[in-house]
């Protein structure tokens, strides 16, 4: 039996219009044969790979707040006077901005929600990009054919951070006056040209009258544009058109990818997790108050709130402003305050561009040009976690001693020893948490290859019949072990210099940079995990023999035989 359409009795149809909306967009864009291909792509099943999405979705919801606030916010210096609900306030001379903040805060219905969703959802977002970037280097994933994806990441976190600063700069209140002033000085220290920066910048004499404005269209235009595009470009383009990375384990190689299909599964998880970092955002805005700028009051140039702290991400910034001796270049009637330009714009200089440069840096060590999918783990490469772990340590002394002053109140000592503990641990700091991680992971390597060859320690001690005691080992399924045992592409080849032949010195140590490149490569090709051999058949079924042994003898003190 057919229907009227032809179809059999039974199947259902699109829609006409349905059905003639797909095909034109197939004609005009061939979306068919992308959606077909789109919804089999596999997604691994594995925690880490959800950071980024977190980060994604707290951006989702920061543009959605974010248009929310725009709607009252005034983005002017021009003085009035505050005449709103918070009574302790009423009277008192304020710009615009302040005034439109503390209306958002206590007059728009839902505002001061909105406002702390947008200002959680920002650490949130900054917090998971950190945590996204550091997994993607002490994985290995910032290597070929991802080389862009990473740059772009890179982009991405300085351009967050920036705005980060910008948005919390906005409601001229004295805490984010106290942040401007740090721009203003920073500005200020570029050598030739930071008087005149600061005067465009600020449009005259600090604190001028157009620095919100202009803050405002960078905050809510011109960043948040640039992120529009690099985003959906870093996490969806060029994800999509290349294989998904993974970890090594069972059924995982550098060719295939052992996952869920995007749609259902990936789609109803990735779904829920944008739900949950809505949810979990909304209740921290709900119940943990966060930047409550009627208590700061507004701006006064001349007037700083004793311990002012800035955000999370920037407190590395602000520590490495407090550590640096003051040293002064004066030279030629012009003076160099390099106690501002060395921590607020080397430091950061170095830090960016050594993020940046790191993945052809550690090609031209390594020698490896291979395409990889599979990525290492960090044990699996001491050289590289150590190096990830001596940057984090850094990052961490910097953001500790921007609270230095607070440290020095809490424990009830001077604020001399606070800093010049600081100047010592930037600089050790690394060092030891370079060695000592390189340390673990080459234990931990050891760990490895004796549960490949032995197996799990079980605990119970045999006497064999010539009196030699022994523990009986259970061991480890292939799922298990995989990810140890598993051939996987080689993160370095050997660059060494070859001996001379015939007197003559091989080309490669013949220059400098020839003979610091062999010099690296033997660094960080020292400890790399060896990948151990399964064992024989015969072995196997001893060690089955013996672990089936040792399961008898434990039910049998348990009385269960």
């Known amino acids: 039996m057919s229907t009227p359409g032809g179809a ?11 059905d003639g909306t797909a095909r034109a967009l197939d004609e005009r864009f061939g979306t068919t044969g992308f959606a077909r291909k789109a919804l089999k792509k596999a997604f691994p099943d594995q925690w880490s790979f959800l950071v980024g999405e977190i980060a994604m979705y707290s951006f989702v919801i920061i543009l959605l707040t974010g248009v929310y606030l725009t709607l009252f916010f005034k983005p002017s210096m021009h003085e009035v006077v505050y005449n709103g609900s918070y009574t302790k306030l009423r009277g008192v ?4 901005a302040y005034a439109s903040a503390l209306k ?25 990009i950190l945590v996204h970037l550091l997994r993607n280097f002490f994985s290995g994933a910032f290597r070929k054919p991802r080389e862009l994806n990473w740059l772009i990441g890179i982009v991405m976190f300085m351009l967050v951070m920036l705005n980060g600063l910008f948005g919390y700069s906005l409601p001229d209140d004295l805490l984010s006056g106290t942040g401007l002033r740090i721009l203003e000085g920073v500005t200020a220290s570029i050598p030739l040209v930071g008087s005149y920066a600061v005067m465009f910048l600020f449009g005259g004499e600090y604190p001028g009258t157009d620095i919100i404005p202009r803050l405002y269209i960078i905050h809510v235009l011109l960043i948040p544009g640039l992120l529009a ?42 779904t829920s997790l944008f739900l949950w970092v809505m949810g979990v955002t909304t209740l921290l805005a709900a119940f943990v108050q966060i930047n409550p700028i009627w208590l700061f009051g507004p701006y006064d140039p001349g007037a700083i709130s004793s311990g002012s702290q800035p955000d999370w991400y920037m407190g590395w910034l602000e520590g490495a402003l407090r550590i640096m001796p003051a040293w002064e270049i004066n030279a030629w009637g ?13 430091v950061p200089g170095l830090l960016f561009t050594g993020l940046a440069v790191y993945p052809f840096l550690e090609r031209w060590v390594t020698g490896d040009h291979q395409i990889h999918h599979l990525l290492d783990r ?52 690394p060092v030891l948490a370079y060695a000592v991680a390189y340390r673990l992971c080459v234990g931990l390597q050891r760990r490895d290859l004796a549960l490949a060859h032995h197996g799990l320690e079980t605990g119970i001690i045999r006497r064999s019949p010539g009196g030699g005691y022994s523990e009986v080992e259970r061991p480890l ?20 210099v070859p001996p001379p032949v015939g007197g003559v010195e091989s080309p490669r140590g013949r220059t400098v940079a020839g003979r610091v490149r062999a010099a690296l490569n033997r660094r960080f090709r020292a400890d790399l995990a060896v990948v151990p051999e399964r064992s024989s058949d015969t072995r196997s079924e001893e060690r089955e023999a013996v672990s089936a042994g040792a399961r008898k003898e434990i039910s049998a003190r348990r009385g269960d035989g």
């Open 378 to 429: 960090p044990r699996d490469v001491p050289a590289r976690t150590g190096i990830g772990m001596g940057g984090v340590v850094f990052y961490g002394t910097l953001w500790l001693a921007g609270g230095n002053d607070v440290l020095a109140d809490r424990f009830d000592v001077p604020l001399f020893w606070t800093t010049w503990f600081f100047r010592g641990a930037i600089i050790l700091g």
């Open 229 to 270: 595009a690099l985003i959906p470009l870093h996490a969806i383009v060029l994800t999509w058109r290349q294989t998904h990375t993974q970890f090594p384990g069972k059924g995982s190689s550098n060719t295939t990818v052992r996952g869920y299909p995007f749609f259902p599964v990936f789609i109803a998880k990735t």
């Open 93 to 96: 001379e304020m710009s615009e």
């Open 8 to 18: 059999r009795a039974g199947t259902r149809t699109p829609p006409r219009a349905v």
């Open 334 to 346: 012009h003076t160099v305050a390099m106690s501002v330009v060395v921590p607020a714009l080397v």
């Open 104 to 128: 958002i805060s206590f007059d728009v219905r839902g505002g001061l929600l909105v406002r702390q969703i947008h200002h959680w959802a920002t650490l949130i977002f900054m917090g998971a």
């Open 477 to 496: 399924p292939d799922e298990a072990i995989a990810a140890i045992t598993d051939s996987r592409p080689a993160p370095a080849v050997d660059l060494d």
